[in-house]
């Protein structure tokens, strides 16, 4: 086994508001509630191993598009809106930040023993990660965060995150169990539709190869263990620029979202009378539910769903992001109910939208589409963290203790 990849980020303090941190939980509970509706637990384990997927599910969010807290925010959101319904979806969440991190092996075999895994074999991997990756090595980062994502058979992500003081960075680390292909590599075609034979239970007589595999990450070689599948390092500047982004992509979502024949079209298949700036949003959510993994080598392009919390690229629209839900959510308990027509109509739009990128190679002006962005922000209820800040009282004027 080996670690899938990792991500360098810029140290960012501060908190995420409640206004953002709610939404962040309602919307991302929906997004993988998509991805285990059309790809299941195993496609979404391995886009989770992915440092550019997760970067864009995190910029879709809402959430600063490069920072750190990034993957402490993500985490937490799904943590919060997946576990309480972790039966019916058959995926956990486990540890987290700080003394959560600590509680991983407990809540491990608290999972294992209601869904009949190896609860031992679990916790004695979380803990291997975790030295790998905080010991194994001297690249200065201090391990402060460990989420360990097991699903109802046994299969497993872990995402977990260190900090160096020193260079104001944050080093994100990404594994997946044996058991998982990685998304990254090469596709999944074995995980669409009916089981193919592949047995995933760890406790059961044929999954020696896998039980052995947890077991095989002491043995190795950190040269062998540590060789990452995908790198990403993100700049130290805190805005978008038109470099961090694919302009050919971004081009094609503006284009269905602002061109009369395209958003008519675009709007009909997901039937729904949708404005452009909703659109824009659903369509960058699509494509993190839908895309292939070459769709994410520049995860900054998903920060034009519905900005970010300190302003870049633009302040997140509240009404955008709230609408947003209501579609997604209605898709899904229409799906839950025997309806799949509007939940499928996402993947219609992602294919809708890749087809005007390959037909008609739109080019967007980067300038125009931010401006345009921060000139209708006060009208879709624009919000960033510098917005909630109380404003600082005016001293009073000091009289002279001597006047003359």
Known sequence: MQRSGHADLPLHGGR????????????????????????????????????????????????????????????????????????????????????????????????????????????????????????????????????????????????????NQQTGMARRYHWHSPAVRDFTSEPHTAIVGEPQGAILNLVDSHARPAQLALLEIARTSPDTTLAEARKLVMPAHHDVRAVNIDLKRLGAVLAVAYEREFHDFASLLLMENLGPRTLQTLALIAEVVHGAPARFSDPARFSFALGGKDRHPFPVPLKTYDQSITVLRAALDAAKLGDPEKLESFARLDRFVRNIERRYEPQANFNAAIAHERAISPSLDGRSVFDDRKPRRPRPAQLPLFPS
């Open 16 to 163: 995420v508001p409640a206004w953002l941190a709610e939404r962040m939980t309602t919307l991302g509970t929906a997004i993988v509630e998509s991805v285990l509706y059309h790809h299941g637990p195993s496609e979404f384990l391995s886009r989770l191993s992915d440092p550019f997927w997760f970067q864009a599910l995190g910029s879709v969010m809402g959430m600063d598009w490069h920072s750190s807290g990034i993957t402490t925010s993500v985490l937490g959101a799904l943590k919060r809106g997946l576990n309480p319904r972790a039966h019916e979806l058959g995926l956990y969440f486990c540890g987290g930040r700080g003394r959560h991190s600590r509680n991983t092996p407990d809540e491990l075999r608290a999972v294992a023993e209601r869904r009949g895994l190896d609860g031992e074999a679990l916790a004695r991997t979380s803990r291997l990660t975790a030295r790998i990756d905080n010991n194994a090595i001297d690249d200065g980062f201090q391990l402060y965060l460990h989420t360990f994502v097991v699903s109802a058979t046994g299969e497993w992500a872990v995402v977990q995150q260190g900090m």
